[in-house]
């Protein structure tokens, strides 16, 4: 990040900054991506005037981090609703990501049926993910996120969700498919949540998978090393990633019950 001398700073709008006190004072510049990425790291220590003043600034954040395609997980819910940041895993960790294809579609079909379908599936990801050790980081609409220490319980997770939604008998022969992404890397934990490159990464990497397969990083296939698993690994490549600089060499996972590619 470059440093922000105290002329390029006086040069700045107050709609530069997260947060301007009722002095006049400016914290948290967002004009640029690093600087919104340091902004998410260092919002929890910022002492605001009050609880609204924390409100707004928090607002301005998540749209500048929107902006520039920056995935804040957990910055606003998730993993702060029950035990807090404290107790997720620090250091290397894996990240796992899911997303419904064609949400809009489904809940276009379905109407209120639709709530059912998504408890659905968060119910099967939610046990995938706890049976291998892992932990719930962030359910948003037809998204969720989960954390793991061990990238072979992550890869597990994946296995196993995409066998248990491939097998549900879902409604009015609705085509629920998910997609999957597996990414390992070394985030920051804040007491606003992770935020990092390996974060935005590891949607960037689900993003790209069709609906009902699982993708997975040449980072975590490393970090697997000789860890023998009941699944294999199908080199797809490089591939360029939205918001991330340089491609990310990416596997397709082997393992869960075949699937149709939507």
Request: overall charge positive; hydrophobic content about 40%; proline content about 5%.
């Amino acid at each position: 990040m470059a440093t922000l001398d105290s002329r390029k700073r006086t040069e700045l709008r107050d709609g530069d900054f997260a947060y301007v006190d009722s002095r006049g004072r400016r914290r948290l510049p967002i004009h640029d991506e690093s600087h919104v990425r340091n902004a998410l790291a260092r919002f929890s220590q910022v002492v605001f005037e009050d609880e609204s003043a924390r409100s707004r600034a928090r607002t301005r954040l998540l749209k500048a981090a929107k902006r520039y395609g920056i995935v804040p997980i957990g910055f606003m819910e998730g993993q702060l609703r029950a035990t807090g940041p404290g107790s997720l895993p620090t250091g290397t960790v894996t990240f796992l990501a899911t997303d419904i294809v064609d949400s809009t579609g489904l809940l276009q079909k379905l109407g209120d049926g639709y709530a059912r379908v998504l408890n659905d599936v968060r119910r099967h990801i939610r046990t995938a993910v706890r049976r291998t050790g892992g932990r719930e980081v962030d359910a948003r609409a037809d998204e969720f996120f989960a954390v793991f220490k061990a990238p072979r319980d992550a890869v597990a997770a994946a296995i196993g969700l995409q066998r248990a939604l491939a097998t549900h008998a879902w409604p009015a022969g609705a085509a629920v498919m998910v997609r999957v992404g597996v990414h390992t890397g070394r985030p920051t934990l804040t007491d606003a949540g992770y935020v990092g490159l390996a974060v935005h990464a590891v949607n960037r990497i689900c993003n790209t998978a069709d609906g009902g397969r699982i993708l997975m990083s040449a980072a975590t296939l490393s970090a697997l090393g000789e860890d023998p698993m009941e699944a294999t690994f199908q080199p797809l490549g490089p591939r360029a990633l939205r918001g991330v600089r340089e491609p990310m060499t990416l596997y397709e996972v082997l393992g869960s019950a075949p699937a149709k590619t939507a």
